[in-house]
């Protein structure tokens, strides 16, 4: 089993940054992929960010050239900065992270950009 940790949410306004943090603990054997989910009121949760085990990355068209996605492999954490912040951006953020046979998901944490 693996505990995921979610932090640094909060409230900001229109063209701050903010950095999230998810650290995964447990029965760790090996994360391939960690990633960051979106789900504003109302709509479906939808990918952010992602990031393999060897480092490449992929994002959401919305959110490119403003956050940028890492991870150190040695605390089993995946971060998330998100810079120039608009209130579209306004929402929970899930932590997910892939083992070999399953998928984790974090609490959500929330974010929320004011104009």
């Known amino acids: 089993q693996v505990q995921l940790a979610e932090s640094g949410g909060g409230l900001v306004q229109a063209g701050g940054s903010l950095r999230l943090a998810c650290a995964a603990s447990?029965?760790?054997?090996?994360?391939?992929?960690m990633g960051w989910y979106r789900q504003a009121p109302g709509k479906q949760r939808n990918l952010v960010a992602r990031?393999?085990?060897?480092?490449?990355?992929n994002y959401a068209d919305s959110v490119k050239g403003r956050f940028t996605i890492s991870r150190d492999n040695a605390k089993n954490t995946v971060y998330l900065q998100m810079n120039s912040l608009k209130p579209e951006d306004t929402g929970v953020y899930y932590c997910?992270?892939?083992?070999?046979?399953?998928?984790?998901w974090g609490q959500g944490t929330q974010v929320t950009v004011s104009s």
């Open positions: 447990g029965s760790i054997f090996r994360l391939n992929a």
């Open positions: 990031i393999t085990s060897g480092g490449s990355t």
């Open positions: 997910k992270v892939e083992t070999v046979r399953l998928a984790y």
